[in-house]
């Protein structure tokens, strides 16, 4: 069975730190792998897309990176701020299915 | 350049009823997908559309069933709606499937 899991389920940092959040995959077929923040009661912003030839994309202060050998994929955020706090979502977009699969998320809070 | 848009945003119906949700895709997107979400089982695939045909259909039963237009438009019906129907039904779309996904804000749908 395809899965993606995401840990930790929650993490409250103060602000300021730099933080890691990991998703990892159970089926290597990946064709990419998308990161996405979810607000509160709203929909899903994406974030960054890694294709499954490429090792890390950056945006801003966000880093993710993918290891398809070893089934993961990390979301690294610099210097992290209040306005950061939200849901993270992973989402692995399998060749077998052509359906993204989707983790369960780490809820994020960053204390001022 | 407008984002995704979904209507209604909120909906409240009763067991028994059927409900048509709408979203409409980037300009320019042929493939929308459809995703429902909730508390217990995260974000869950639907189906996709892809230039008026249904390429990709996840694990629901026929009660959910969809159509998209020549314009790229597409809509989500749910007929004889059950109290596990409630969730947060996620369009999004894409040039293609399997690149980035963009999302809308949501239809909040409760069953009562």
């Known amino acids: 069975k395809q899965e993606v899991t995401q840990i930790p389920a929650a993490l409250s940092v103060p602000e300021g730190e730099n933080l890691v959040l990991n998703c990892s995959f159970t089926?290597?077929?990946?064709?990419?792998l998308q990161w996405f923040r979810q607000d509160p009661g709203k929909g899903l912003t994406s974030l960054l897309l890694?294709?499954?030839s490429q090792r890390e994309q950056t945006s801003g202060r966000l880093n993710a990176s993918l290891d398809k050998s070893s089934g993961r994929s990390t979301l690294y955020i610099a210097a992290s701020q209040p306005g950061d706090s939200a849901t993270y979502l992973c989402?692995?977009?399998?060749?077998?299915?052509?359906?993204?699969?989707w983790g369960a998320g780490t809820k994020l809070i960053i204390k001022p | 350049k407008a984002g995704v848009t979904q209507t209604p945003r909120y909906l409240i119906k009763t067991r028994g009823q059927q409900v048509t949700l709408s979203c409409s895709p980037i300009?320019?997107?042929?493939?929308v997908s459809w995703y429902q979400q909730t508390p217990g089982q995260g974000l869950q695939f639907l189906f996709e559309?892809?230039?008026?045909?249904?390429?990709n259909k996840g694990n629901f039963p026929g009660r959910f069933s969809g159509r998209q237009f020549s314009n790229s438009r597409s809509e989500m019906n749910v007929s004889t709606l059950e109290l596990g129907d409630s969730a947060l039904y996620l369009c999004?779309?894409?040039?293609?499937?399997?690149?980035?996904?963009?999302f809308g804000p949501g239809t909040r749908l409760t069953v009562l």
């Open positions: 999004a779309s894409s040039l293609e499937a399997s690149l980035e996904q963009f």
């Open positions: 300009s320019g997107h042929r493939s």
């Open positions: 559309y892809f230039s008026e045909t249904q390429r």
């Open positions: 089926d290597s077929a990946i064709y990419n």
């Open positions: 890694i294709q499954s």
């Open positions: 989402a692995a977009f399998m060749d077998s299915n052509y359906q993204l699969i």
